[in-house]
């Protein structure tokens, strides 16, 4: 009976989802107030009972109810308690619901943090929500209800969970990725009720960058996680494959870095607006995207959930629904969308564009890497190809590459209009260091060239110096230095903590792939082996016993430079409901290096193969993500998106240039 609680709760959320996506925005355009109040408690009670939806499904699997199919797939009597949680979202069911519940958290808060806005633009916002929130809740109930009985003869005991799922990355791996996913829904209904209302002024741009901001910071930390728990978990020794399931997330997160910035030039001088909308639409389709390939069954990946191609063609056919819909209505309105304010060839504008252009670009050719095999086996009646991970490098690369050159030229530039004069003067010091130190540094720490090390850490340095110089040149006029710090604004510093650490990840992804060293070998007990300037010593494999496996767990003995380390256990595990193996590695993670041990398979003769990789500067790639995500926080937590206070845009101070940390909320005009 309580699984029906569960089943009936999700119609109850569909119903209100059908209402909070007709009523509200019905009232915000007749201006008929009680249709417009009712968002927020609409919004409230779409919520509520998702929230118990969720609960009671949790419930199902913590007591072991494997009258629920979704349970009896993804669970057994034996699989610890936090497994058995997190196994909620351990298959399609689930996750689906678990993504859906996560809209209706963003549609609360978007309830909670709007009171400073019009309640027509806010109703308009929640209905556009309330739509999205209809599509997922129906598409549960008609092709994948989590609830679904296995009646009468339910099974004694469930199958398990998939064994690289039970890992303490896939508890808090999927969440942020899925908050940070269905986050740029709450930008796509921003765009689409400024679209609605006529509002596409800068005032819907600086309503939308938080939301923005924090969507996008919670999206790096989720792609981030998933980058560290395939690391860990998965025994290749790599932190990206290119993996057709790995790259929507990527397309999303570089759409979504598009529009930040394109906000920030909307919202300072009110320009780039269709550019900014569109950015916003497909920020959200790219999402939509990623649902579409992990749960259409078009592949098979660890990362893929459903194998039903009835699920595809619904959500395809809700992605065309949503994507034509609101590109038809971004044609419609086109013409509201025209700037008033220019800007000269060299300024930050155009900088900023030129960025966006290339991340624009590096989505689109990792969308077609992406999606050529799946089209090419259609059309040419099941054959297979792959498109691996040299063609991604190729193209993404040098993208990259020039994306860091531009980029500190757009922060140290000026609105408006710029001086060549200006940025020779400010940035070729940082140039010329940058390059110098780019060849001495690689050089002096490994006493090797690598053409490749030395662009890579002069691009990153070019970041790194070009903040510093900025920085400089801001607190130039000040009292002090500590003064000067104290007066840049909260989104500025924000700002640059995040490009801070994009050139953290980008130092981190070079160099590790540059020098990094393995080792593939056959050792028996009391044998021994050098990679690098480590000695390993193999002492053999003892049996272990986990609560739901039983494994080989292997000890290796550490020397660096002759001086004993610290032991390292790799295991090899065989969970015994499943009769699936799983492969623990054992890693001595370090700043400037990693240890990493993956245990193979045992031969007759005694030996067990295993691979061994020393790498370096990896866990920058990590550090980089966490700074990312830190500026955009940061960012939001600037003061003038808390004023209540709104004063106008006019041309005079648009065409003057805003400045970083100006304190007017532009409204329409």
């Known amino acids: 009976m309580v699984p029906e609680l569960g089943h009936f709760s999700l119609i109850l959320a569909f119903c209100l989802c059908v209402i909070l996506g007709t009523l509200p925005l019905i009232g915000a355009s007749t201006g008929n107030r009680l249709w417009i109040g009712l968002a927020r408690p609409l919004t409230a009670g779409v919520f509520v009972f998702l929230t118990i939806s969720l609960l009671i499904l949790g419930y199902s699997f913590v007591t072991d109810d494997f009258s629920v199919r979704f349970v009896a797939q993804h669970s057994n009597s034996l699989l610890p308690l936090q497994y058995k949680i997190t196994a909620v979202w351990g298959g399609h069911e689930g996750s689906f619901l678990f993504w859906t519940w996560m809209l209706g958290g963003w549609m609360l808060a978007v309830s909670i943090f709007s009171k400073a806005m019009p309640d027509d633009f806010v109703a308009r916002v929640l209905g556009v929500m309330g739509i999205i929130g209809a599509g997922y809740t129906l598409f549960m109930i008609a092709t994948s209800n989590p609830f679904d009985r296995v009646l009468p003869l339910s099974p004694m005991d469930g199958a398990d969970l998939n064994s690289a799922l039970q890992d303490f990355g896939f508890i808090i791996h999927p969440p942020s990725l899925y908050m940070g996913y269905v986050g740029f829904s709450v930008v796509f209904a921003f765009a689409i009720a400024a679209l609605l ?87 959200f389709a790219s999402s939509l995207l990623g649902t579409f390939i992990t749960r259409s069954g078009l592949l098979t990946s660890v990362h893929a959930f459903a194998s039903d191609p009835t699920r ?136 090797e060239f690598s053409i490749g090390a030395t662009i890579a850490t002069s691009l990153g340095l070019w970041i790194v110096l070009g903040i510093v110089q900025d920085i400089r040149v801001k607190i130039a006029n000040k009292e002090s230095t500590l003064a000067g710090l104290k007066s840049l604004a909260v989104s ?25 060293i393995e080792k593939s070998v056959l050792l028996q007990a009391g044998e021994q082996m050098d990679l690098g300037d480590y000695h390993f010593e193999f002492n053999g494999t003892v049996p272990v016993t986990g609560p739901n496996y039983i494994a080989d767990r292997a000890t290796f003995r550490v020397f660096e430079d002759g001086e004993f380390m610290r032991e390292m256990y790799p295991e090899k595990r065989l969970y015994t409901q499943s009769g699936s193996p799983s492969t623990e590695m054992a890693i001595d993670a370090g700043f400037w290096r990693d240890l990493f041990i993956t245990l193979g398979e045992p031969r007759e003769s005694g030996a067990w193969s295993m691979t061994i990789y020393v790498k370096p500067f990896v866990r920058w790639v990590w550090l980089g993500a966490i700074l990312m995500a830190m500026g955009a926080v940061v960012a939001v937590l600037d003061k003038r998106y808390r004023r209540l206070k709104v004063r106008t845009l006019t041309k005079a101070n648009a065409q003057s240039g805003a400045k970083q940390g100006d304190e007017y909320q532009p409204v329409s005009t």
């Open 492 to 516: 500025y510093i924000g700002m640059q903590i995040a490009h801070l650490g994009f050139a953290t990840i980008l130092l981190g992804a070079s160099l590790t792939s540059i020098y990094s």
């Open 197 to 283: 209302s006529g509002r596409l002024d800068s005032a819907w741009a600086r309503w939308s960058r938080p939301w923005a901001n924090t969507a996008w910071a919670i999206l790096t930390i989720g792609i981030a996680l998933g980058s560290w728990w395939a690391y860990y978990e998965l025994g290749w020794g790599g932190w990206w494959a290119w993996d057709p399931v790995e790259n929507p997330p990527m397309i999303n997160w570089l759409l979504g870095t598009a529009l930040i910035h394109s906000l920030a030039v909307t919202e300072k001088r009110g320009v780039f607006k269709s550019w900014t909308v569109l950015l916003a639409i497909m920020a």
């Open 312 to 447: 595809g063609v619904y959500i395809l056919g809700f992605l065309g629904f949503v994507v034509g819909g609101s590109l038809l209505l971004f044609a419609l309105r086109a013409p509201l969308m025209k700037s008033e304010f220019g800007f000269a060839a060299i300024s930050r504008e155009v900088f900023l564009l030129i960025n966006n252009i290339l991340l624009v670009v590096a989505s689109a050719a990792i969308l077609l890497g992406t999606l050529y095999p799946m089209v090419y086996q259609a059309m040419s009646g099941g054959e297979l190809i792959s498109v691996g991970p040299p063609f991604f490098n190729l193209i993404f690369v040098p993208l990259m590459a020039i994306l860091v050159v531009f980029l500190a030229m757009g922060s140290i530039s000026r609105w408006k209009k710029t001086s060549a004069q200006y940025l020779i003067q400010q940035l070729g010091i940082v140039a010329a260091a940058s390059i110098g130190l780019g060849v001495i540094l690689p050089l002096v720490l490994t006493t």
